[in-house]
């Protein structure tokens, strides 16, 4: 599977992006769709995920004001984010598993939170 991502920038506190990653390729028996991210110095983290049957979840620190979908034909999704703090500002990756247990990543976007 391979992944494009797109959607990340520069945006002032308060402020809301919307990323993409749309998905292309082997692209059956996805079960897994999700967004990671990863600050300078940090480790990458789980942002929010969605399974093939539209359960989600989120990190604590993204909850309430991100929200993670798909389209219909479930080779899209999207990290719509809200309230952006400056403490959200690192690069975000898409994320996708199969259930033959191959995962895929995007090559990242970057998103700046920053007066």
């Known amino acids: 599977v391979q992944l494009q991502a797109s959607g990340g920038g520069l945006v002032q506190p308060g402020g809301s992006l919307r990323l993409s990653c749309a998905a292309s390729?082997?692209?059956?028996?996805?079960?897994?769709m999700g967004w990671y991210r990863q600050a300078p110095g940090k480790q990458r983290e789980l942002v929010a995920g969605i399974t093939s049957g539209g359960s989600t979840n989120y990190a604590e620190p993204v909850k309430g004001r991100f929200t993670i979908s798909t389209n219909n034909v479930k080779n899209k999704v999207y990290l719509q984010m809200n309230s952006l703090k400056p403490e959200d500002t690192a690069v975000y990756y898409c994320n996708v598993r199969r259930n033959s247990g191959s995962v895929s990543w995007g090559q990242g976007t970057q998103v700046t939170v920053s007066s």
């Open positions: 390729g082997m692209i059956f028996s996805i079960n897994f």
